[in-house]
């Protein structure tokens, strides 16, 4: 079955510290994959995507993402954390190829303290 | 430019009846995708229409319809509503074909609550 794992339900930080939240996939064939943030009360906002090409992405405030095939990883990543990402993180894959399902994962809390 | 509107924001039915969501994609965009977050199943895609056109779906029962208007306005609609239909409703848009492939950019999203 297809599926998106997020294994921590919650990540702490300190500020300034790198940040990494983990992000696994199980789908058939290429995947597409996705990471979304939820901020409070300020809705679900597209951070970046790998379709295919390098597999480092980066994408909006700072983040970036690496694909690793071989673990089936997609783990979102920050030099240096700020309190603002505070925040709910999504990680999401498509398949079925560009008009499939999109399924995520069930989310990760990420408290950043300064 | 306006961001994606979604109405009403707030909703209160009782089991049974049907409900209808509505959402305003950005002013360009012709690619909507909705989606379900409740607390127990989390985020899930409900589906995506691109000119007027269903292109894919999530696994959610037929009580789960949508449609898209020629102006790119979509709604979706929830027949027979149940206790578990209670949830945060979001409603995305993008500009390209590809729509969930593209970047999206989500509403606010309308809050249903079913008695």
């Known amino acids: 079955a297809q599926s998106v794992a997020q294994p921590e339900d919650q990540v702490n930080v300190a500020e300034g510290n790198p940040l990494t939240v983990k992000c696994t996939y199980s789908?058939?064939?290429?995947?597409?994959l996705f990471w979304y943030v939820q901020y409070p009360n300020r809705g679900l906002q597209f951070l970046l995507k790998y379709i295919t090409g390098d597999n480092l992405v980066k994408g909006s405030y700072g983040f970036e993402a690496e694909f690793n095939k071989s673990q089936t990883s997609f783990h979102l990543k920050k030099p240096s954390a700020l309190v603002s990402d505070s925040a709910l993180y999504f990680c999401?894959?498509?398949?079925?190829?560009?008009?499939?399902?999109?399924?995520f994962g069930k989310g990760t809390k990420l408290s950043v303290k300064p | 430019k306006a961001g994606v509107t979604q109405t009403p924001r707030y909703l209160i039915k009782t089991r049974g009846q049907q409900v209808t969501l509505s959402c305003s994609p950005i002013s360009g965009h012709r690619s909507v995708s909705w989606y379900q977050q409740t607390p127990g199943q989390g985020l899930q895609f409900l589906f995506e229409y691109f000119s007027e056109t269903q292109r894919n779906k999530g696994n959610f029962p037929g009580r789960f319809s949508g449609r898209q208007f020629s102006n790119s306005r979509s709604e979706m609609n929830v027949s027979t509503l149940e206790l578990g239909d209670s949830a945060l409703y979001l409603c995305a848009s993008s500009l390209a074909r590809t729509g969930v492939t593209d970047t999206q950019y989500f509403g606010p999203g309308t809050r249903l609550t079913v008695l």
């Open positions: 789908v058939s064939g290429n995947p597409y």
């Open positions: 999401a894959s498509l398949y079925g190829g560009s008009q499939g399902n999109l399924i």
